[in-house]
């Protein structure tokens, strides 16, 4: 008896719609952090090259950090014209799931999540939202190993008549959880200036993009006190479609 064989359907290819506005917001705390203008220019440059309007904004304390992303909120959900698409970069020493403001004081970082969600701004209810975390995760330092890899595979499904609170958003790690992140005081750090690199320099939906920025990060090798290390971001998504920046 012959089995039956099976043809899998191919996923759809819809992707989000761009044709809005792109507003972006990056707060970077510089003290004690050498290297981190490079990143601030070299992100700048990028939001340029994508359209993007971006603010930037230096040294937030740790409440700042708060009112910062409440007033972009504010911001979107007035905009002159519908808003397609936000970016949130935040650059700082950091713990698991805490950021250390200018002042020393920590904020969490869900509660910096929270502003943008699809019930907090009605403007971006099922738009994506971007947020790129330059700050260490942890203590733990990797040196490596001989051979390794992950698959990364995502499923997207009809869109409903209502769509969840937390839905259309990618949270992009400088490193792992637990893990410490770098940065050189005169280049700034791997994972900011290879990620505008890929994003101004390649064309694709942003899931490729940052594969290929993992890719690349994974291949090289940081030297710290003498001691070769190694370094990954770190990947979240609850997007529901594609999203193509260029």
């Known amino acids: 008896m012959e089995e039956e064989m099976i ?7 819809e992707a989000y719609d761009m044709s809005g506005a792109r507003l972006a917001l990056t707060l970077c705390v510089t003290k004690a952090r050498e290297g981190s203008e490079v990143d601030i220019s070299a992100l700048e440059y990028m939001f340029k090259q994508l359209r993007f309007e971006n603010t930037t ?14 007033n972009f909120q504010d911001v979107i959900d007035n905009w002159k014209e519908p808003v397609s698409c936000a970016f949130v970069v935040l650059m700082a020493h950091g713990e698991e799931g805490l950021l250390k403001g200018e002042d020393e004081e920590m904020v969490k970082l869900d509660d910096l999540f929270e502003t943008l969600n699809n019930k907090n701004c009605r403007a971006l209810r099922g738009k994506p939202k971007v947020y790129i975390v330059q700050a260490c995760r942890g203590e733990h330092r990797d040196l490596g190993e ?31 959880e637990g893990h410490l992140a ?14 505008t690199d890929v994003f101004c320099n390649r064309k694709g939906p942003i899931l ?37 920046l260029q």
């Open 7 to 13: 043809n899998p359907r191919p996923l759809e290819e």
């Open 57 to 70: 904004k230096r040294d937030p304390t740790a409440q700042q950090f708060q009112e910062e992303l409440k």
């Open 146 to 176: 001989t051979i390794g890899g992950d698959e990364m595979m995502m499923v997207t499904k009809d869109e409903p008549q209502t769509i969840p609170t937390y839905t259309d958003i990618l949270h992009v790690y400088s490193t792992v």
């Open 182 to 195: 770098y940065r050189h005081d005169e280049d700034g750090s791997t994972f900011i200036q290879t990620l």
């Open 208 to 244: 490729q993009l940052l594969t290929e920025v993992t890719r690349r990060m994974a291949k090289a090798e940081l030297v710290q006190e003498g001691t070769a290390r190694k370094v990954n971001p770190e990947i979240q998504s609850t997007l529901r479609k594609r999203l193509y």
